[in-house]
């Protein structure tokens, strides 16, 4: 037995029910009234555009020291951080600079990326 449904308003569905019986061969038509059936997906959307990724980094990575919120740093993994290393020297004065350059230089034949920081100490 074989089945074909027709939708007409997709309310209405007419069945044409075909049986085979001994080189016989009867059609029947058949009309029933289908109710309407809601389907409400529960899926999240699947966005994954540059600026969805970008902001989940920065939310898992930005930490906020506890009892004081004004110290907050941003913790990147090695892997995605820009900066491997920062060089700060801790005076201004001029005598510390060739040993800066040094370390700085030194850091880079070892393949670390780094960033010097010449900031003022008071």
């Not at 007419?14 to 029947?28: A, E, G, V």
């Not at 058949?30 to 600026?51: A, D, L, M, N, Q």
Request: hydrophobic share 35%; with cysteine; proline share 7%.
């Amino acid at each position: 037995m074989s089945a074909i449904a027709v939708s007409q308003n997709n309310q209405r569905c007419t069945t044409l029910s075909i049986s085979p019986s001994d080189m016989i061969s009867s059609i029947q038509k058949v009309s029933k009234t289908e109710h309407v059936r809601e389907f409400v997906p529960s899926v999240i959307e699947p966005s994954f555009g540059i600026g969805r990724i970008l902001y989940c980094i920065l939310e898992t990575n930005f930490k906020v020291r506890e009892g004081d919120e004004k110290r907050t740093w941003l913790d990147l993994p090695p892997l995605i951080a820009p900066t491997k290393c920062s060089v700060l020297p801790l005076s201004s004065h001029s005598d510390f600079i060739p040993y800066v350059q040094r370390i700085s230089a030194d850091l880079r034949k070892l393949g670390i990326p780094n960033k010097v920081g010449y900031c003022v100490v008071i």
